[in-house]
């Protein structure tokens, strides 16, 4: 086995801890006798690049489960969706996926985080929540947010995830469980929300939030990376230390290369590294 | 030539603060403060002020240090403390390698070549004929460092970022810098754009520098003469008009450029000459910006926006734009080390570089670390591991690999069915990508 495109592919039609998906998970690795499988999240568009991508020897030696992001379709960023490869006989004896043991720095695709008003919403809510706990205490991690929650004007569900990541990094906001209230927002109304809600958050000395025209949105996605952020690189370097001297070898390859395309040494550990939802 | 490798004093480690550090400034107004503060972090840096032209200020820096290495710094650059205790690895002082630790741009946010702290060997900048004393007929903009002896004379990026360079701090200097930089970007991506390279990864680094350069600043006081100068700077080249690019080297012209055609329509009545202390006519100016803006955006692939200044500055401020970078040059200057082109043959110092180039996915690093395994040259052969690098190197497509790894597997004798069937395959599909050893020029054949 050399690369992901070598390895039995399973789509996860929904969350991980819905029982249903977790039946089918079962059904398709009693269907393979394979000793590794890659499991693809959905919403994923999986680029066809990735199946070349040779997963790293040492890492499956020691076999660790090794999840490859998506970047977020409204940002740029990586999202906690992706590809993970892992073991079959682990997610067996879990009886369910098994965490992301290492990141990789390389994204498998994009994953869209707004194919309807309520799923931006609701994937906004949840990463402002993530991004907002990583932010205490952490200047990068609030960059970030701010980035993330100004971007998606340019898109047509945009706004929905705008005012979703604000409100996850907002007490006393609506959240996934209100959408029926939310869902009557006609356009200018959902845009002013998203306006008061940004100005609120910068007030009250959160992150420094500036809801970006649609252009400016556009603009900024695009020149936005190919690559995950360097917080990825570094979290990955980390963990390869672990592994003992080739590990070592390894984490220094990484890491100068991370530093090569953000030239950058941000100390920050989290992007990347969430539970996946 | 051949090449030798003598660290400076014979001390180890080497850190930055062992090497001579030259401090370059011609005009800037703020020199004398930068200057200053780079004393006052390294109490024995040198200084070359003044000096006219780009390559006759590199050679008065190197005569000033008066050793085989020496860093430069420009006016507009502050270095970061943490760059003077960097220690640096033996394998850079080689008198064919010019090492660069970029920059980060003040206004735009840019990680790249401009301002960028750069390690010479003398024997370099004796060599180099650039600017002003390029040869006739030649358009030369920057140090060419490539130039100078082809194949063997590289630029060496290095990783992080230990400086910042604001050259904003007037609106002449901003405009200034912004004209030399996209002249100077959009000449190459002009160049490569001749070649059929549309596709091309460094192709696509360029239009999105060339569009942050042309995009984002409004937030800051001069930001937006540094994006007209920029919008200018690419339109005069991609226009393709016959104008000769190669005035930006000269501060006079620059200066009489400046004087005639843009202080003389958006500079306030009042000012004078290089000092428009904030007094110009913003809409005028904000009005001439969007029609270059409009002109690019017609005739180019460049992604041009109109950014208001909250929009600009969150966008900079969020460090979510990748430095300028290549896994090719990685790769490139690996594979000197490997075939000893340049610089001394080196297996250890080229599997260090192929692992960099390799962590970012870059095809022929693969390929490359195979070779290296399948020799001695990174220690004892391993065919095992050269046959996953081999096996890699054609699954993310490079054109080389599948002839070697079929060699690799023919080399182990008696094939069964399947591995003669694979070996053919292979054969096969390196024929179709033009990787077989007659289309290898680093095998000596045609290409």
Redesign the interface.
Known sequence: MTCLGDFPACRIAGGREDAENLQEILVFLDATEEDWVVMIDEAVDVAPRTWALPPEPLICARGLAQFYPASNSLTSLESSNGVLLCQREQVLALGNLPGPEMVMPVFCGIWDAAPSPERAFDSGFRHGQMRHAEAAGCETAMRYLAFEASMGAHHQFGAWWMLGVLSGCCDGQATPADWETLADLDAASLNRAVRDLARRVRMEGGPPVAPLSPEASQWALNAGSNWPSLPVWEGFADRCVELGEEGARLAAAYRAAGRRIWAARAPYAGAGSEARG | MEATRQRPGGQVPVRVRDIPIVFLSYDEPWAERNWQDLVSMIPTALRVNGVEGLDACHKAAAEAAGTEWFITVDADTTVMPEFVELELPEWLFEPTLRPTW?S?NAVNGL?SGNGSLKLWPAEIVARMRSHEEAPDGTISIDHDIEAIEEGRTRRV?M???YSITDPARTAYHAFRAGLRECVYLAHILEAFLKEGRQGDERTAMLH?VI??WC?LGRHHPNGAWMMLGARMGARSVLEQTGWDIRKVNSYDWLEHFWNRNIHARFGAPGTTGLELKGRWNPRLLDAELRGQGVWLRDHSDL?I????P??S???V???????V?S?NA?DSIARGFQTGVGVPQDGAVAR?LF???????HPSA?CNLGELWESDSAGSPDLERAE?FY??A????NAFAPYRLARLIRAQGDLSTEEAARVRDLEKMGAERRGMPQHDPAAGGRT
């Open positions: 970029y980060r990680v990026q990783p992080g970022c999105r569009s942050t995009t992604d926006a109109e950014l208001g909250s929009e500055r969150l966008i401020e969020s460090d979510v734009m990748p430095a970078r896994a990685v260090t692992e960099e180039a390799a962590a970012m996915f693969f996953w096996a890699a054609t699954t993310l497509g």
